[in-house]
Nanobody
């Protein structure tokens, strides 16, 4: 059974940094795609950053130059380094793992709150 567990969220002042982690069990990261999404209150869940199955990396325009997605295949963990945080980055952040066949799994989310 595949499980994704996010950690690293918290409260930070604008301009600060946080590093989110997503520990994956029951599946390898190799050969699969992984994403970070976020959902602010009353809004839809949006893609923040992605490592595709082929290894390409994409970022939402709103986080380019500030966020960095990475993964440690040996530790089976996905990361999101978030720098220069803004109040509009406040959201619940979710980790997503997806396979080429379309199956996907989600973590439970971790709250990030950026105060002005």
């Amino acid at each position: 059974q595949v499980h994704l567990v996010e950690s690293g969220g918290g409260v930070v002042q604008a301009g600060g940094s946080l590093r989110l982690s997503c520990a994956v069990s029951g599946s390898s990261l190799l050969g699969n795609g992984m994403c970070w999404y976020r959902q602010a209150p009353g809004k839809q869940r949006d893609l923040v950053a992605q490592i595709t199955i082929s290894g390409n990396i994409y970022y939402a325009d709103s986080v380019k130059g500030r966020f960095t997605i990475s993964r440690d295949n040996a530790e089976n963990t996905l990361y999101l380094q978030m720098n220069s945080l803004k109040p509009e980055d406040t959201a619940v952040y979710y980790c997503n793992l997806y396979y080429s066949g379309g199956r996907e799994y989600w973590g439970q989310g971790t709250q990030v709150t950026v105060s002005s």
